[in-house]
C-alpha cells in the first residue's frame, strides 16, 4: 500500500487484471454449492416470469375469439402459478445470496484484519488509518457485491436473455428481428459511455477515501483542534473535499443515467417501430395476441442488456477495488517469526546489543555500532536529547522494528530468531501514550492476561496506586470508560497502565516517559510501587525527569547514534560532561 496522504487520491484506473478475479475466487469456491442453488432458482424464476407474455397470447389469439371461458381459467390458473412460483424462488434466492455475500465480506475482512495485525510499526508510520479503513470497509462490500450478486446475475442476465429471444422468435421471427435492430447502436453507446461512466465511479470511491481519511484525523486530534481554535480552517479543508466528493458523486449519476437514458431511448424507438411494423401486418400474418406477447418481451429483452452493461462496470471496478485489497494483503509483514524461529524459554533478563545499526527509512542511521551488556535485574536509565535514539534502543529490544546489522541478545538468544510472541509475552512495555481501549478498567488492566483474577487485578492496582480513584469511579472497576480513555486524566491513564504491565508479570521492563503526566505527588506514592515493580527485572527507564532515575544501576546519556556517556548517577555528575549539564540545568529550572 502506497504512502500516501488525505489529499491524494489513490490510483484506480488500471488496466483488467484477470488474475485479481481469480485469485478472489478462493472466496467465492467455499460458497459455490449455494451460489449454484441461487443460479438455479434464479433460472427458475426467471422462466416462470417468462410464461405470462406467452400465455396472454394463446388467450387473445385462441380462447377469446372461440370464446373458450374453460381454456382461459385454466390460463388464468397457469399465470397465477407462474407469478406465485417466480416469487417464491426469487425470495429464496434473495435470502441465500444475502447470507453468501454476508460470508464473503467476512471472509475478506477476517483476513484482511488478521494480517493488518501482523504488520509492523513501520507500515502505519505515514499512512492515514483513514484510508486503511476504506480498503477494509468500503472496498469489501463492493467487492463482495460483485463477488455473490454480480456472478449470479452475469450468468443468470445472459440466461434471461437467451430465453427472452427464444421466447421472442417462437411468437414471431420478423418482429424479433426488429427488436433486435437496436443491439448495434446500444454497443456503440456503451463503448462511448461506459469508459467515462467507470473513471466517474473510480473517482467517487477516491474522493471517498479521501473524506474518510481526513474525517478520522480530524476526530483523533480533535482535542488539539480545539486547543488551537482551528476548527473554522478544519472546517474550510472539511468542506473542501466535502465538495469535491459530492461534485465526482454528481458526476457520476449523470453518467450512469445517460446510459440508462440511452437504452431506455433506444428500447422505445425499436418497440415503437415494432408496434408500426406489427399494425402494417396485423390480420393474416399477425395476431393481435402476438403483437402484444412480442412488446412485453421486447420491454424485458432490454432490461438484461442494460443490468449486463451495468455487470461490466462492476467487475472492472471490483478489480480495481481487489488489486487494493490484495495490495493491502501482499504488504510484507518484515517483523515475523523467522522459518526456523524456536520459542524463547523462560528468560532471566541479559541483554546484550551487539555491534547494532539502525536506520528507520535505510538513509539515516539513527544508531550506528551500538554496543551495550545488561546483566540480569539491572536498572538501565536512557537520558538524552530529543531525536537520540532513546525510545528506538526499546523497540529494537521489543523487536517492533528489525535491525539493519548487528545482533541483538536475550540470554544469548538471538531475538531475531526466537518467535514474537515468546518474546514479548515475557516483556512489560509502559509505553508514554498509555492507550486505552473502549471498555471496563478491570478490561483494560486485564489485557495483556486474560486469565488474571479480579484480586489479581486489584492487587495490581493497588502497588501502582491506583486503586484509590478507581474505588471512587462510579461502578469502580467496572466502570465503563471510552475509546482512548476520554473519561480519564491523562495520569489516571498512566497508573491504569502501569497496574495492565505489573499484572502481565514481564522479565524485562521497558518505562517509556512513563511517568510524565502524573502529579509531583503521585509520582512520590508510585515510586514505592515502581520499587515493587522493578524488583528482580531487567529494566530500561526512559525519563526526562532525571530526579525519578537517580538510584537507577547505570544512566546511559544516549547521543551521535550511541553511547555518550555511562554510569551511575553520582559517576556522572562527578565527570561534569553532558549528563552532569542536563541535570544542573534541570535544578536550575
Avoid at 481469480?22 to 426467471?46: C, D, E, N, P, Q
Avoid at 402494417?280 to 449486463?308: D, E, K, M
Avoid at 487485578?457 to 466502570?479: L, W
Wanted: aromatic share 10%; proline share 3%; with cysteine.
Amino acid at each position: 500500500m502506497a504512502r500516501n496522504r488525505f489529499d491524494v487520491d489513490e490510483k484506480l484506473e488500471t488496466p483488467f487484471n484477470i488474475k485479481h478475479l481469480l485469485r478472489a475466487g478462493v472466496y467465492v469456491k467455499r460458497h459455490a454449492k449455494t451460489m449454484l442453488i441461487s443460479i438455479l432458482f434464479s433460472a427458475i424464476s426467471a422462466a416462470c416470469a417468462l410464461v405470462g407474455p406467452k400465455l396472454i397470447e394463446r388467450a387473445l389469439n385462441v380462447a377469446v375469439p372461440n370464446r373458450d371461458f374453460k381454456q382461459l381459467f385454466i390460463l388464468a390458473g397457469i399465470m397465477l402459478a407462474a407469478i406465485v412460483l417466480s416469487i417464491f424462488f426469487s425470495i429464496k434466492r434473495s435470502r441465500y445470496m444475502t447470507v453468501v455475500g454476508q460470508e464473503i465480506i467476512y471472509d475478506i475482512r477476517k483476513d484482511l484484519f488478521e494480517h493488518l495485525q501482523r504488520l509492523p510499526f513501520q507500515f502505519y508510520d505515514d499512512r492515514p488509518h483513514g484510508k486503511i479503513l476504506t480498503r477494509v470497509i468500503n472496498y469489501v462490500n463492493s467487492v463482495s457485491d460483485a463477488l455473490s450478486n454480480g456472478i449470479i446475475n452475469f450468468v443468470l442476465e445472459i440466461f434471461n436473455l437467451i430465453l427472452i429471444a427464444v421466447f421472442m422468435f417462437l411468437c414471431d421471427v420478423k418482429l424479433t428481428l426488429v427488436v433486435m435492430a437496436g443491439i448495434p447502436l446500444f454497443l456503440v453507446m456503451v463503448f462511448l459511455i461506459k469508459p467515462a461512466q467507470r473513471r466517474a465511479w473510480q473517482d467517487v470511491s477516491n474522493k471517498s477515501s479521501n473524506l474518510n481519511a481526513y474525517l478520522h484525523e480530524s476526530l483523533d486530534g480533535m482535542k488539539i483542534t480545539q486547543a488551537f481554535t482551528r476548527e473554522e480552517k478544519n472546517a474550510e479543508i472539511y468542506n473542501t473535499l466535502n465538495t469535491k466528493m459530492y461534485k465526482s458523486w454528481m458526476k457520476a449519476q449523470y453518467t450512469s443515467n445517460l446510459v440508462w437514458f440511452s437504452v431506455d431511448n433506444i428500447s422505445t424507438w425499436v418497440v415503437g417501430a415494432m408496434y408500426l411494423i406489427g399494425l402494417s401486418l396485423l390480420g393474416p400474418a399477425v395476431q393481435i395476441g402476438t403483437l402484444i406477447a412480442i412488446a412485453a418481451y421486447a420491454w424485458r429483452f432490454w432490461q438484461p442488456i442494460l443490468q449486463l452493461s451495468n455487470l461490466y462496470n462492476t467487475f472492472i471496478n471490483a478489480v480495481a477495488y481487489l488489486e487494493r485489497i490484495f495490495e493491502m494483503m501482499d504488504e510484507p509483514v518484515t517483523v515475523d517469526d523467522a522459518p526456523d524461529a524456536q520459542e524463547l524459554p523462560e528468560i532471566r533478563g541479559n541483554v546484550q546489543f551487539d555491534d547494532v545499526t539502525f536506520s528507520y527509512d535505510n538513509t539515516i542511521n539513527v544508531l550506528e555500532h551500538f554496543n551495550l551488556d545488561v546483566k540480569a535485574g539491572e536498572n538501565i536509565a536512557l537520558v538524552g536529547p530529543t531525536g537520540a535514539g532513546k525510545t528506538t534502543v526499546v523497540n529494537l529490544l521489543s523487536r517492533f522494528y528489525n535491525i539493519n546489522s548487528g545482533t541483538l541478545r536475550i540470554d544469548g538468544h538471538d531475538i531475531s530468531k526466537v518467535t514474537l510472541h515468546s518474546l514479548r509475552a515475557q516483556m512489560g512495555i509502559m509505553l508514554q501514550d498509555s492507550f486505552i481501549f473502549s471498555g471496563t478498567i478491570m478490561d483494560n488492566i486485564r489485557y495483556g492476561r486474560l486469565d488474571a483474577t479480579d484480586e489479581e487485578v486489584i492487587a495490581a492496582a493497588k502497588t501502582v496506586r491506583a486503586h484509590e480513584f478507581i474505588s471512587e469511579m462510579p461502578q469502580g472497576y467496572n466502570t465503563q470508560v471510552n475509546e482512548r480513555g476520554s473519561r480519564l486524566s491523562q495520569g489516571q491513564k498512566q497508573l491504569i497502565a502501569f497496574a495492565r504491565t505489573l499484572l502481565s508479570d514481564p522479565k524485562i521492563l521497558v518505562l517509556d516517559e512513563a511517568t510524565s503526566s502524573i502529579d509531583a505527588k503521585t509520582e512520590r506514592l508510585l515510586q514505592e510501587g515502581l520499587q515493587v515493580l522493578l524488583a528482580g527485572r531487567t529494566s530500561f527507564i526512559i525519563a526526562h525527569r532525571l530526579s525519578t532515575i537517580k538510584n537507577c544501576d547505570r544512566i546511559l546519556y544516549i547521543a551521535d547514534k550511541g553511547i555518550a556517556e555511562s554510569g551511575s548517577h553520582d559517576e556522572l555528575i562527578a565527570r561534569h560532561g553532558n549528563y552532569y549539564q542536563l541535570y544542573t540545568a534541570q535544578l536550575e529550572d
